[in-house]
């Protein structure tokens, strides 16, 4: 298996703030690696796919970096719609592990 | 547009067996693998199983091998989970997630999109 861990565990910032969010893999996953939005009481949704692809549809907002090991989910002005849990997937080996959410909240 | 919508989950005693469905729609059912996801009451995200687009590549997670089983019906546009040995700890909501194109790379495997999901409760 591959553990993936995501920091912080919650972040609370302004609106128009930047928010990161980082995602370490335990081994080197090449760029393999996907993020999801999941807002309260809703099934999660694709932001970023292969590290830094944005899912279409996705603000222009949402940004995503990294490969091997590190990865990185930006929001360059966060919005109120923004609030909600983010998760990141290796998506190279199986089985397919996730990181353990990154709670996001205004502040 | 692509839609999933899971059924089948409810109360369960430990040890019982319970049979997720998701009936997909929208989109070319057999072009895609399709996993399952769960999620325990204020948890994170759980990878549960895959199964490849012609049921040819089947995976499970540590957690349910040897319990669960994924199989689809690719006439029928429908994914299952069928769970046996239900305990406890496999409370959650359970998520039918449409995988990779058969035609992607073997590395291509993030979900998209996601049904609604199913609670499954095991006391």
């Known amino acids: 298996d591959i553990p993936m861990t995501q920091s912080p565990s919650s972040v609370s910032a302004s609106i128009g703030d930047r928010v990161t969010i980082t995602c370490r893999a335990s081994?080197?996953?090449?760029?393999?690696l996907a993020w999801y939005q999941q807002k309260p009481g809703k099934a999660p949704k694709l932001l970023i796919y292969?590290?830094?692809n944005l899912q279409s549809g996705v603000p222009s907002r949402f940004s995503g970096s990294g490969s091997g090991t590190d990865f990185t989910l930006s929001i360059s002005s966060l919005q109120a719609e923004d609030v909600g849990t983010y998760h990141c997937?290796?998506?190279?080996?199986?089985?397919?592990?996730f990181g353990g959410g990154t709670k996001v909240e205004i502040k | 547009q692509v839609q999933l919508v899971e059924s089948g989950g409810g109360l369960v005693k430990p040890g019982g067996s319970l049979r997720l469905s998701c009936a997909a729609s929208?989109?070319?059912?057999?072009?895609?693998?399709m996993g399952w996801v769960r999620q325990a009451p204020g948890k994170g995200l759980e990878y549960v199983s895959y199964?490849?687009?012609?049921?040819?590549?089947?995976n499970y997670a540590d957690s349910v091998q040897g319990r669960f089983t994924i199989s689809r019906d690719n006439a029928k546009n429908s994914l299952y989970l069928q769970m046996n040995s239900l305990r406890p700890d496999d409370t959650a909501i359970y998520y039918c997630?449409?995988?990779?194109?058969?035609?992607?790379?073997?590395?291509?495997?993030?979900?998209?999109?996601w049904g609604q999901g199913t609670l499954v409760t095991v006391s």
């Open positions: 929208g989109f070319t059912f057999d072009h895609y693998y």
């Open positions: 199964i490849g687009s012609s049921s040819g590549f089947t």
């Open positions: 081994q080197g996953i090449a760029s393999w």
């Open positions: 292969g590290a830094s």
């Open positions: 997937q290796q998506s190279d080996i199986f089985p397919l592990t």
């Open positions: 997630a449409r995988g990779r194109a058969y035609t992607n790379s073997s590395v291509h495997n993030w979900f998209d999109p």
